[in-house]
């Protein structure tokens, strides 16, 4: 993957972080820390499931060594792995049981997204997969201690999911075009 690829990737990864993800506050966590450039995009060259494993590992000991104040969450992007949506929900395991193998469950959890992310029990065109579809498959490690000091002042943690559901279900088909460009084939 040439450099100007690999810039693309992280900016097209970082644009819809700010247009999405910010933009329509489907994270209400995930301002500050990209105000304050907390937030790393990894991208993943490689095309073997085992290399992405072991950035993933990488990365959760970057994370491990720099405080939260200087790295808040890293943004794991595997833009040649995982076409289909069904693999990379199957990897998922994988980055769960590595999670758990290093003795990191508590401390890190993962966050899924995928271009044809689809929740279970909905259709792939149900408006609430819009929620988890970014441009490339990304594995987001999230610090649980981080998640855990904001939600103590969010009002409604347990509603953020309706909301997000709300939200891109209220888009009108340009706004998704606008937001959603990888999604147009």
């Known amino acids: 993957m040439s450099d100007a690829v690999k810039s693309d990737v992280i900016q097209q990864v970082q644009q819809w972080l700010e247009d999405v993800v910010i933009g329509l506050n489907l994270c209400p966590f995930a301002a500050k820390p990209n105000r304050n450039k ?24 970057e994370l491990d060594e720099t405080p939260a104040e200087v790295l808040e969450t890293t943004l794991v992007v595997a833009p040649n792995l995982f076409e289909k949506f069904d693999n990379y929900n ?9 999670i758990i193998q290093t003795g990191k469950e508590g401390t890190y959890q993962i966050a899924s997204f995928h271009p044809d992310y689809c929740f279970y029990d909905t259709k792939p065109d149900d408006a609430e997969n819009l929620t988890n579809r970014s441009p490339f498959p990304i594995f987001h490690l999230i610090r649980e201690a981080s998640m855990e000091k904001v939600l103590k002042h969010y009002p409604d943690p347990e509603g953020i999911p309706g909301q997000n559901i709300q939200c891109v279900e209220s888009l009108s088909p340009e706004q998704i075009k606008k937001l959603f460009p990888f999604l147009i084939k």
């Open 38 to 61: 907390q937030i790393r995009i990894h991208v993943c060259e490689s095309k073997a499931e085992d290399q992405l494993l072991e950035e993933i590992y990488q990365q959760i000991k």
């Open 90 to 98: 199957q990897f998922l395991d994988l980055v769960d049981a590595l």
